[in-house]
């Protein structure tokens, strides 16, 4: 009977061990804290990384994009007069797509730094200010259109009173795909057909499955949170900003709290060559932080 005991003791303990939420350590080495690159900003937002691996971000007060050369770990500038670029993502010809909000435009930025403007309104109207946004394998845009006045711009007047996702597809072509209180973070993923939204204001984080170009399921609450910027790794655990990186499992539970030595974390994103390089912006620096994991498409 003392055997069995040891046994059935030793069994419980590895049955309490499996039934913890995803294990951090998987995702995360010990000892290793994020680092700080720069703090010369004013509010650094919208990380994105090239096919390179490069992450450009943008410090919206000031209308400047720079970004990080992972090789040298370097920050440089990139781009003055933005249109005032919040979030940002590179389509698959290594173009830099901007939420531009100083006229609630859509921006594709080359690498010779030629612009078009891919969107500036939705039905004849204005939009209010796209603030982040994915693209997905058809070259269509999911977008978020929150409402943040800006001291900057002139003669705005509301057109849409709603906060709304859009979609636009890569004709050009833009619908309203669902109403929030203020939608703010974006990010999907084409391998696992996921599509998350945030509501900040809402103080919650909404999931979909994408059903096709541009179609989603009814969305379902991830978890009580709402977050400015996000990001996923290949094991599909999302990463929420705001006090530091929190780290959510596929169930919706928290795993890991990332701290970071700042009032407020805005954005973040996988870089680096093999794209496990946590990329952070937040208020007016910027961090990175290796990982065991990587980023997901």
Known sequence: MKNWRNIGLIGLVLAVVSCKPAN??????????????SDQFSFTEGPAADLSGNVYFTDQPNDKIYFWDWKADKISMFLDKT???????????????????????????????SVEVLSNGFEGKRLNGPNDLWLDADGGIYFTDPLYKRDYWENFKVEIPEKNLYYRNKNGKISKLETFTQPNGIIGSTQLKKLYVSDIDAGKTYVYDILGEGKLSAKKLFCEMGSDGMTLDKQGNLYLTGDGVIVFNRKGEKIHHIKIPEKWTGNITFGGEKNNILFITASKSVYTLPTKTRGIK
């Open 24 to 37: 951090d350590y998987r995702m995360f080495y010990e000892n290793t804290e994020p680092k700080l690159i």
């Open 83 to 113: 249109g005032r670029a919040n979030g940002t993502y590179f389509d698959q010809n290594d173009h830099l797509i901007t939420c531009s909000d100083n006229e609630g435009e859509i921006w594709k930025i080359s690498k010779d730094k």
